[in-house]
């Protein structure tokens, strides 16, 4: 089956500090893969996404590559703001599954100044 | 993108009383929306798709009976917790599925149930 793993949380950084949070998945096929971020009181945004290998998602200063061959879509940041801190979600999308996601657990960042 | 609201933003009931929360999706006809739980150590539980002028299709172990939703227009789709206990005091997000098949959804601002 379809399945999401996160690092887990909570990650607590200095700002300007590199970020990377780990996300592996299973699928089965060929699956779209996300990364949604919530600030703190909100719903989710989208942050980033790709729809097949080596397609790199970039938004805000943040990226992930596909990488099939490891199964993973790990995210990063070269240089975090206290503004980042939030809980990210990791999650994938497998066609014919009528458009529903597989979400990662999430994972807190806080960023001190 | 899609702009979802959600109405209202926060409500507290008492036990035994049934709440309404209602999911809009402004800028887009919506034919299929999502309703999701979100419990206090942050994971996301689905617990059912509303399709548009048919039954909503409920996740394993969410109760029907006490989850109702209705999906009565392209831009409405509305979840009543019937009966509400505190232990039904959640996060409650909705979301609609915009674009490709491969596109993902764009979520509401959440709605906050406390039940006394």
């Known amino acids: 089956g379809n399945s999401v793993t996160q690092m887990e949380g909570p990650v607590t950084l200095s700002e300007e500090a590199f970020l990377t949070i780990n996300c592996t998945y299973t699928?089965?096929?060929?699956?779209?893969l996300f990364w949604y971020v919530q600030y703190p009181g909100e719903g989710l945004q989208l942050l980033l996404k790709?729809?097949?290998a080596d397609d790199k998602g970039s938004n805000k200063g943040f990226e992930a590559t596909y990488r099939k061959e490891t199964t993973s879509f790990h995210l990063e940041k070269g240089s975090v703001q206290v503004s980042d801190s939030a809980v990210y979600f990791c999650?994938?999308?497998?066609?014919?599954?009528?458009?529903?996601?597989?979400w990662g657990l999430g994972t807190s960042l806080a960023v001190n100044p | 993108g899609a702009v979802v609201s959600q109405h209202p933003s926060r409500v507290i009931c008492k036990s035994g009383t049934s709440v309404k929360i209602e999911c809009r999706s402004l800028?887009?006809?919506?034919?299929?929306m999502f309703w999701y739980r979100q419990f206090p150590k942050q994971s996301l539980m689905l617990m059912a798709t509303?399709?548009?002028?048919?039954?909503?299709?409920?996740e394993q172990g969410v109760e029907k009976d006490k989850f109702l939703i209705n999906h009565a227009s392209l831009t409405l789709s509305t979840l009543t917790v019937t009966s509400a206990h505190p232990e039904d005091s959640s996060f409650y997000i909705c979301?609609?599925?915009?674009?490709?098949?491969?596109?993902?959804?764009?979520f509401g601002p959440g709605t906050r149930l406390t039940v006394l």
């Open positions: 999650a994938l999308l497998n066609a014919g599954n009528n458009r529903k996601l597989i």
């Open positions: 790709a729809t097949k």
């Open positions: 509303s399709n548009e002028g048919s039954k909503a299709t409920y």
């Open positions: 699928a089965t096929g060929y699956p779209s």
């Open positions: 979301s609609v599925g915009r674009g490709g098949a491969y596109s993902g959804q764009f």
């Open positions: 800028d887009f006809q919506a034919t299929t």
